[in-house]
């Protein structure tokens, strides 16, 4: 049997919707051994949909076949119940709340991610991954919220005005966690156990939508100005 191994070729990436560039450049490396292509220059998995790609070469592009299943990148929406009109916000509520991993996308996609979205708020909790940028909870009129990382100018003001910081969200975690306080009190939270990075804040009892943006195809964590990494209003 030959193992000839050809010479790298640089070809255009046609990634059928997945996520897959390492550098932000729409192309990759193929060579072949034993007449197999090998495809370098790129993620192992989507960082959306966590799938593997299968490849084709042809004499002018390496394509996907397969197609991601979420091309546009998710919004990911749950609901929080908040009865005794009192949240807690901070980034880590662990080991009060937490979510079941087992069978789920890895948690370094998109998918992954919104699935943890999802099992936490199963257990009671409003969470959702903001990166390192320390972000906050921002009132933006009556009974709507947005949990964002101001810009700022050159005079280091920032963009969303201070007066309406509710909570300011430390991330450790890199997430921002919330649960109504008396919920989280009967899991076992302790409120003599809060720190500066704990905020309680009183909000009109109801039912709240979370719609969190980062794991949408175009969102970007270093933009210029205010980034908002979720909206949050009371819907009952």
């Not at 699935?115 to 936490?120: I, L, R, S």
């Not at 991954?129 to 009132?139: D, E, F, K």
Request: net charge negative; charged share 20%; proline share 8%.
């Amino acid at each position: 049997m030959d193992f000839q191994i050809t010479a790298p070729q640089t070809l255009p990436l046609e990634a059928n919707g997945h996520r897959l560039s390492i550098s932000g450049k729409s192309e990759a490396e193929v060579y072949f051994i034993a007449g197999i292509p090998q495809v370098s220059g790129v993620a192992y998995q989507c960082a959306v949909c966590d799938e593997r790609p299968a490849y084709r070469v042809t004499d002018t592009a390496i394509e996907v076949e397969n197609p991601c299943p979420y091309p546009d990148g998710l919004t990911t929406a749950i609901t929080l119940e908040v009865p005794s009109g009192k949240i807690i916000v901070t980034d880590d509520l662990r080991p009060i709340y937490t979510w079941d991993d087992a069978g789920l996308a890895s948690y370094n996609s998109a998918l992954g991610q919104a699935q943890a979205v999802h099992g936490m708020a199963a257990a009671g909790c409003a969470y959702g991954p903001v990166g390192n940028s320390c972000p906050g909870l921002y009132r933006t009129g009556p009974d709507t919220y947005v949990i964002a990382r101001p810009g700022y100018d050159e005079n280091d003001t920032p963009d969303l005005p201070e007066s309406d910081r509710l909570a300011g969200i430390v991330t450790d975690l890199w997430a921002y966690s919330i649960a109504d306080f008396e919920h989280w009190k009967s899991r076992g939270g302790d409120p003599d156990s809060l720190g500066w990075t704990d905020t309680v804040i009183d909000v009109t009892p109801g039912t709240y939508r979370f719609t969190h943006h980062s794991g949408e195809r175009d969102f970007d964590h270093d933009a210029p100005g205010a980034v908002v990494f979720a909206h949050v209003e009371r819907i009952g």
